[in-house]
């Protein structure tokens, strides 16, 4: 059974970094691709960061472009979302998501492509 699990949210102070991990299991996909996405209180989910297997690029938002970088440990089969400069518009639940069997893509993804899905962390940042 694949499973995502998130941890590293919490409470910080703008200007502020956290560090994001999203430890997977479960799967044994030839290539993938996994993303963050984020969702605040009224708003709809939206995709931050993505990462694709077969090379490692690494694909941003321009709302986080510069301050967020996404990373992956094989050896641990964890993936990162280090967040630095942190803005109070970042709040959200972030989550991470998998979509099986996918290789060619260059770009963010729109949420239907994903498969599997964490349950989320909370990462709130004050004024």
């Known amino acids: 059974e694949v499973q995502l699990v998130e941890s590293g949210g919490g409470l910080v102070q703008a200007g502020g970094s956290l560090r994001l991990s999203c430890a997977y299991s479960?799967?044994?996909?030839?290539?993938?691709?996994i993303g963050w996405f984020r969702q605040a209180p009224g708003k709809e989910r939206e995709e931050v960061a993505c990462i694709k297997s077969s090379d490692g690029s690494t694909y941003y938002a321009d709302s986080v472009k510069g301050r967020f970088t996404m990373s992956s440990d094989n050896a641990q089969n964890t993936v990162y979302l280090q967040m630095n400069s942190l803005k109070p518009e970042d709040t959200a639940a972030y989550y991470c998501?998998?979509?099986?069997?996918?290789?060619?893509?260059?770009?963010?993804?729109?949420?239907?492509?994903?498969?599997?899905w964490g349950q989320g962390t909370q990462v709130t940042v004050s004024s």
């Open positions: 479960g799967f044994t996909f030839d290539d993938y691709a």
């Open positions: 998501a998998v979509a099986a069997d996918l290789a060619y893509f260059s770009g963010l993804l729109l949420p239907g492509f994903y498969d599997y």
